[in-house]
């Protein structure tokens, strides 16, 4: 307010770029929270139209085996996800200091 700025010039100009690290780096951390869940849509979900991947992946059994190949290969296409999003937000995620 000193140098003129409004209280939007303050917060667009001072606080939004200060505060983009933690709100990329918890948007990060959320995303591949909610991406690995596993327990709550098992429990909601009723169709297997609805299922997740993580759920779908725990699926692929027969009757007496279990599909080891296509769950190895849906674990790897899962991960997919996760790592683009971690590398397209890289730059704006910080190094903790640990003492």
Known sequence: MMDGLSHYGIFFRIIAPLS????????VAFFVANW???LWPLIVTQKR???GIQIAIANFRGER???WNLVLAASCLTML?????FFVFQRYLLP????
């Open 96 to 99: 903790t200091a640990t003492s």
């Open 49 to 51: 139209e609805l299922w």
């Open 65 to 67: 085996t279990v599909a």
């Open 81 to 85: 996800p996760t790592i683009v999003i």
């Open 20 to 27: 983009t690290a933690i709100a990329v780096t918890l948007a």
């Open 36 to 38: 690995n869940s596993y």
